[in-house]
């Protein structure tokens, strides 16, 4: 019997992702440049991120950039204390080096304020 992989509308694949997951995974910024370039994009404009670091619990956080400063050698990045749901992340103020990925969030995305 021949395996045969079933492609649905929207998937690009014969695994079954679709192409706006893989667009999504695309839009993270990794790289250290890339990573404070969107943060303070977010400062700047007050529009929402996603935030990946273990620093600040499990999965990533949707919150927005209060500032940017330098302490010492490293750069400290200051969140909003609250995240797009609410919630009070674990910490506010996170080293750039702990941030593993960034992602802006633009799609129905609006500013943050409270």
């Excluded at 045969?4 to 695994?15: C, F, H, K, V």
Aim: with cysteine; charged share 25%; proline share 4%.
């Amino acid at each position: 019997m021949k395996k045969t992989n079933i492609i649905q509308a929207g998937d690009e694949s014969p695994t079954g992702k679709s192409s706006l997951f893989k667009q999504a995974k695309q839009k993270f910024s990794k790289i250290r440049k890339g990573i404070l370039k969107q943060l303070a994009k977010s400062k700047e404009s007050g529009s929402l991120i996603a935030v990946n670091s273990p620093g600040l619990g499990e999965g990533t956080i949707v919150t927005a950039v209060e500032d940017i400063y330098s302490s010492g050698a490293e750069e400290i990045v200051v969140l909003k204390w609250y995240d797009i749901n609410g919630h009070l992340p674990s910490r506010t103020h996170v080293s750039l080096d702990e941030i593993l990925e960034v992602c802006p969030v633009t799609k129905g995305s609006r500013k943050f304020s409270f």
